[in-house]
């Protein structure tokens, strides 16, 4: 597990660019990479426009400010393969045309403390509303499976922006970035400041599977 930097939250890996070699998208996985990143970054910006309480608008900018370092990107059209985003990206992808999967979601949902846990989900719902979620953490730059989980009567909201709630009437205790994919596109992708995740998100559950007796390891 890695240990990072903090900022506050959430806690973000700044990096250096020296020796890493950027380009713009090529293939595939590139463009997918590249969207995604437009997409949250859009997110983010859109709640700098629209918020009202300078606290919160002060973090979203803070946030803005360094997404793009802690992606290991030079900006948000670059693609850089040694990204742990790009990584991530890349293995889900795989996995997907190997299943014949189409729909999934992807949450972004580090975990801090005294150190920085990098964890993923990667929920897929079938047409009964059962999430089979998948959880991953990434250990010396390489993102491992630790396991799996089922969640029954799983519905996700239609649009992820109406799961956020106001600075600190939300559950989450550091920051999450939900996206939903689909036939190799980005549909959409939010960012959730921490304390913003409405508690009537079903996000919640998600992020709580591996903690349950069910969970397979």
């Not at 997918?32 to 979203?60: A, H, M, P």
């Not at 801090?112 to 990098?118: A, D, M, N, Q, W």
Request: include cysteine; glycine fraction near 4%; hydrophobic fraction near 35%.
């Amino acid at each position: 597990m890695l240990e990072l930097n903090k900022l506050r939250r959430p806690i973000l890996v700044l990096s250096f660019f020296i020796g890493i070699r950027f380009s713009y998208a090529q293939g595939p996985i590139d463009s997918v990479f590249v969207t995604w990143n437009n997409r949250t970054i859009g997110s983010l910006e859109r709640q700098i426009k629209s918020s009202s309480d300078s606290v919160v608008k002060s973090r979203y900018e803070n946030r803005r400010s360094v997404i793009e370092e802690y992606w290991s990107i030079k900006d948000q059209m670059r693609v850089n393969v040694e990204s742990i985003r790009y990584k991530f990206l890349k293995k889900i992808l795989l996995q997907q045309k190997n299943k014949g999967v189409s729909k999934f979601y992807v949450i972004e949902a580090n975990e801090s403390g005294s150190k920085v846990i990098l964890r993923n989900f990667v929920v897929y719902i079938d047409s009964l509303n059962n999430a089979n979620i998948e959880f991953y953490i990434n250990i010396n730059q390489e993102w491992q499976k630790q396991g799996k989980c089922i969640l029954n009567n799983f519905h996700i909201e239609y649009e992820l922006e109406n799961s956020i709630a106001k600075l600190r009437k939300g559950v989450n205790n550091d920051d999450i970035i939900v996206t939903k994919f689909e036939d190799n596109h980005v549909q959409e992708s939010e960012y959730f400041l921490y304390g913003t995740l409405s508690n009537a998100s079903s996000i919640i559950r998600v992020l709580d599977c591996y903690k349950d007796e069910n969970f397979i390891r």
